[in-house]
């Protein structure tokens, strides 16, 4: 085995013949493409708005400012997350506050965000770790019964179930991401999906510098628009996902089998109904973790980890608190190959070298 990629896509013939049939349609950037996928996604996911930006980072700003999250306003986000989801916060000068995880699911908890509520606090956004929806109605029920706008950070949960109705598809707002590693991709891109007009408008108009009409600007609003090119990439990912979610599902099952109970895995609730399988992470012994991870990456496995975010030179100038959970779960965790295009023999493969140093 040459090496192992941490997130190989699969692109087919079809993709590429879309992207042909935009570049020969005199319309490259943002247009008739883009509409069609929005339309698309709104279908799929069954809620009434979808709107398509650059990336998941610019969904969740876009997000953030069509609720008027304003500076000094505080946010309640997972101390264990992908950087983005503090980095969105920050961006708009509000202030992120961090809320430890539950150590079994890898989500956060309303019960582990309650204690950080303060008379500052605006929004709370729960992360759906690995694509594994958090308790939606539980966080629901906090959020209104704090008066408290709920953004759900769905970036890695495309496809995935909460009591067999679709991420996306709730009463809050959510967004997803369209990066390469993701169930579907725009190679980059990303999108917020809604069930209220007014903030399905607003978010339109924030996309493109706060504009609404010609050159008429009602929002604070940048460039977060995507192109054609990646919209009509984005249609035909969209008709492979369900066979996508069926590989990695697949996927998964080997490891597992292979690797039993050497290792542990995210603990999946029974109000999940699809895993979509956007991360597959084993945890392992914390002291042994990067011995671990150093052998797989010899051997040419590409892997991932990401370290608590709070202890990172630039944010832990931020936070004073302790997250103890999101520690242990971010020194113990190795997220392994897996991808839309990854393929049984190297998922065996893996697993030969991951049971030798086990
Ligand atoms: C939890 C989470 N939030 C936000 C993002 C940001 O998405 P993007 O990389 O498309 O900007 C990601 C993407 O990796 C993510 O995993």
Same mark, same amino acid.
């Given at each position: 085995m040459k090496s192992v990629s941490f997130a190989p896509p699969a692109i087919g013939i079809e993709e590429y013949e879309a992207i042909n049939k935009v570049f020969s349609s005199g319309w490259l950037s943002q247009g008739p493409e883009t509409d069609q996928f929005e339309k698309e996604l709104a279908e799929y996911i069954g809620c009434k708005h979808v709107? *398509?930006?650059?990336?998941? #980072?610019?969904?969740?700003?876009?997000?953030?400012?069509?609720? %008027?999250? $304003?500076?000094?306003?505080?946010v309640i +986000? =997972?101390?264990?997350t992908f950087?983005?989801?503090?980095?969105? *916060?920050?961006?708009?000068?509000?202030? =992120?506050? /961090?809320?430890?995880?539950?150590? $079994?699911?890898?989500?956060?908890? =309303?019960?582990?965000?309650?204690?950080? +509520? #303060?008379?500052?606090?605006?929004?709370?956004? =729960?992360?759906?770790?690995?694509?594994?929806? *958090?308790?939606?109605?539980?966080?629901?029920d906090f959020a209104s019964e704090n008066n408290l706008i709920m953004i759900e950070d769905s970036a890695e949960s495309i496809g995935g179930e909460y009591k067999k109705k679709k991420i996306g598809s709730f009463n809050h707002t959510s967004i997803f991401s369209f990066h390469m590693a993701k169930l579907i991709t725009t190679i980059e891109g990303g999108c917020i999906?809604?069930?209220?007009?007014?903030?399905? $408008?607003?978010?339109?108009?924030?996309r493109n510098h706060g504009m609404e009409g010609k050159y008429h600007y009602v929002n604070f609003g940048l460039n977060l628009r995507t192109t054609d090119i990646q919209s009509s990439i984005g249609r035909i990912q969209l008709k492979k996902i369900d066979q996508f979610i069926n590989h990695r599902k697949k996927m998964v099952q080997i490891y597992r089998?292979?690797?039993?109970?050497r290792v542990s895995y995210q603990k999946i609730p029974s109000y999940i109904s699809i895993h979509p399988y956007m991360i597959f992470s084993i945890q392992v012994d914390g002291n042994r973790r990067d011995d671990i991870n150093t052998y797989l990456n010899h051997n040419q496995i590409s892997t991932r980890m990401w370290p608590s975010i709070y202890k990172s030179p630039y944010h832990n100038q931020l936070f004073?608190?302790?997250?103890?959970?999101?520690?242990? +779960?971010?020194?113990?965790?190795?997220? /392994?190959?897996? %991808?839309?295009?990854?393929?049984?023999?190297?998922?065996n493969y893996v697993c030969d070298i991951l049971l030798k140093k086990l």
């Open positions: 709107i *398509v930006v650059n990336n998941g #980072t610019s969904a969740l700003i876009c997000a953030l400012l069509s609720h %008027g999250i $304003q500076p000094g306003d505080e +986000v =997972p101390a264990y950087i983005a989801t503090i980095n969105s *916060v920050l961006s708009i000068g509000a202030k =992120p506050v /961090l809320a430890d995880i539950d150590s $079994q699911t890898w989500n956060t908890t =309303p019960e582990l965000m309650k204690k950080k +509520v #303060t008379e500052k606090t605006k929004a709370i956004m =729960p992360v759906d770790i690995a694509g594994m929806a *958090v308790d939606i109605d539980e966080f629901e999906s809604t069930n209220d007009d007014e903030i399905a $408008q607003k978010i339109r108009s924030i089998d292979r690797l039993g109970d004073n608190d302790e997250f103890p959970n999101a520690d242990k +779960v971010a020194n113990s965790l190795i997220n /392994l190959p897996i %991808g839309n295009g990854i393929k049984e023999n190297e998922i």
